[in-house]
Protein backbone atom coordinates (compact mmCIF):
# COMPACT_ATOMS: atom_id res chain seq x y z
CA UNK A 1 0.00 0.00 0.00
CA UNK A 2 0.84 3.74 -0.59
CA UNK A 3 -0.47 6.31 1.73
CA UNK A 4 -0.87 9.80 0.52
CA UNK A 5 -1.06 13.25 2.42
CA UNK A 6 -1.93 16.50 1.05
CA UNK A 7 -1.33 19.49 2.14
CA UNK A 8 -1.51 23.37 1.57
CA UNK A 9 -4.42 24.47 0.43
CA UNK A 10 -6.40 27.51 1.16
CA UNK A 11 -8.16 30.69 0.40
CA UNK A 12 -6.19 33.14 -2.34
CA UNK A 13 -7.07 35.81 -4.79
CA UNK A 14 -7.35 35.88 -8.23
CA UNK A 15 -3.47 36.28 -9.47
CA UNK A 16 -2.48 34.70 -6.39
CA UNK A 17 -0.32 31.57 -6.29
CA UNK A 18 -0.08 28.07 -4.03
CA UNK A 19 1.75 25.37 -3.53
CA UNK A 20 0.26 22.18 -2.90
CA UNK A 21 2.54 19.24 -1.28
CA UNK A 22 2.11 15.70 -1.11
CA UNK A 23 3.45 13.44 1.09
CA UNK A 24 4.24 9.81 -0.03
CA UNK A 25 4.33 6.65 2.58
CA UNK A 26 4.49 2.98 2.10
CA UNK A 27 5.50 0.68 -0.66
CA UNK A 28 6.56 3.91 -2.53
CA UNK A 29 8.96 1.91 -4.22
CA UNK A 30 6.40 0.32 -6.26
CA UNK A 31 5.25 4.10 -7.35
CA UNK A 32 6.54 5.06 -11.67
CA UNK A 33 4.14 8.42 -11.22
CA UNK A 34 2.34 10.69 -9.19
CA UNK A 35 -0.44 12.96 -10.17
CA UNK A 36 -2.75 15.61 -9.25
CA UNK A 37 -6.30 15.65 -10.01
CA UNK A 38 -8.71 18.17 -8.94
CA UNK A 39 -12.75 18.26 -8.58
CA UNK A 40 -15.14 21.21 -7.96
CA UNK A 41 -18.81 20.59 -6.61
CA UNK A 42 -21.02 19.23 -9.00
CA UNK A 43 -18.44 18.11 -11.86
CA UNK A 44 -16.28 15.15 -12.63
CA UNK A 45 -12.55 14.74 -11.43
CA UNK A 46 -10.42 16.55 -13.54
CA UNK A 47 -6.64 15.81 -14.79
CA UNK A 48 -4.16 18.19 -13.37
CA UNK A 49 -1.04 17.05 -13.88
CA UNK A 50 1.67 14.15 -13.94
CA UNK A 51 5.46 13.73 -13.30
CA UNK A 52 7.55 10.63 -13.80
CA UNK A 53 9.07 9.32 -10.30
CA UNK A 54 12.45 8.38 -11.61
CA UNK A 55 12.97 10.54 -15.05
CA UNK A 56 10.97 13.36 -14.17
CA UNK A 57 9.35 13.73 -17.61
CA UNK A 58 5.95 15.83 -16.90
CA UNK A 59 2.36 16.42 -18.41
CA UNK A 60 -0.14 19.22 -17.89
CA UNK A 61 -3.37 19.53 -19.05
CA UNK A 62 -4.22 22.34 -21.45
CA UNK A 63 -6.23 24.25 -19.09
CA UNK A 64 -2.97 24.40 -16.29
CA UNK A 65 -0.19 24.28 -18.81
CA UNK A 66 2.13 27.76 -18.41
CA UNK A 67 0.83 28.44 -14.86
CA UNK A 68 1.21 25.28 -12.74
CA UNK A 69 4.20 22.96 -12.26
CA UNK A 70 4.60 19.95 -10.76
CA UNK A 71 8.25 18.68 -9.14
CA UNK A 72 8.83 15.91 -6.64
CA UNK A 73 11.84 15.44 -4.29
CA UNK A 74 12.48 11.78 -4.47
CA UNK A 75 14.55 12.13 -1.09
CA UNK A 76 11.49 13.36 0.87
CA UNK A 77 8.94 11.32 -1.45
CA UNK A 78 7.16 14.40 -1.99
CA UNK A 79 5.39 15.43 -4.56
CA UNK A 80 4.28 19.51 -5.36
CA UNK A 81 2.14 21.41 -7.26
CA UNK A 82 3.17 25.30 -7.65
CA UNK A 83 0.18 27.21 -8.73
CA UNK A 84 0.56 30.57 -10.10
CA UNK A 85 -2.25 33.36 -12.23
CA UNK A 86 -4.61 31.51 -10.36
CA UNK A 87 -7.97 31.88 -11.22
CA UNK A 88 -11.65 31.77 -9.74
CA UNK A 89 -12.18 28.72 -12.23
CA UNK A 90 -9.28 26.67 -10.29
CA UNK A 91 -11.28 26.15 -7.32
CA UNK A 92 -11.83 22.78 -6.51
CA UNK A 93 -10.59 19.67 -4.42
CA UNK A 94 -7.27 18.72 -5.09
CA UNK A 95 -6.30 15.21 -5.15
CA UNK A 96 -2.91 13.63 -4.72
CA UNK A 97 -2.45 10.08 -6.62
CA UNK A 98 0.02 7.67 -7.45
CA UNK A 99 0.19 5.44 -10.17
CA UNK A 100 2.71 1.74 -10.37
CA UNK A 101 1.95 2.12 -14.62
CA UNK A 102 5.08 2.38 -17.10
CA UNK A 103 4.26 5.59 -18.64
CA UNK A 104 3.20 8.99 -18.15
CA UNK A 105 -1.09 8.81 -18.01
CA UNK A 106 -3.75 11.11 -17.09
CA UNK A 107 -6.92 8.66 -16.64
CA UNK A 108 -7.81 8.31 -13.54
CA UNK A 109 -8.57 4.89 -13.41
CA UNK A 110 -5.24 4.00 -13.58
CA UNK A 111 -4.12 5.96 -10.37
CA UNK A 112 -4.31 3.01 -7.52
CA UNK A 113 -3.58 5.25 -4.72
CA UNK A 114 -5.33 8.62 -3.45
CA UNK A 115 -5.03 10.96 -1.13
CA UNK A 116 -7.64 12.46 0.76
CA UNK A 117 -7.46 15.91 -0.88
CA UNK A 118 -6.89 19.52 -0.28
CA UNK A 119 -9.32 22.48 -1.26
CA UNK A 120 -8.53 25.45 -3.14
CA UNK A 121 -10.64 28.24 -2.97
CA UNK A 122 -9.74 30.98 -5.84
CA UNK A 123 -12.32 34.26 -5.08
CA UNK A 124 -12.42 36.87 -7.98
Known amino acids: QVQLVESGGGLVETGDSLRLSCAASGRTFSVHALGWFRQAPGEEREFVAT????????VYADSVKGRFTISRDIAKSTVFLQMNSLKPEDTAGYYCAASRNVGLTYAAKDYEYWGRGTHVTVSS
Open 51 to 58: ISWLVGST
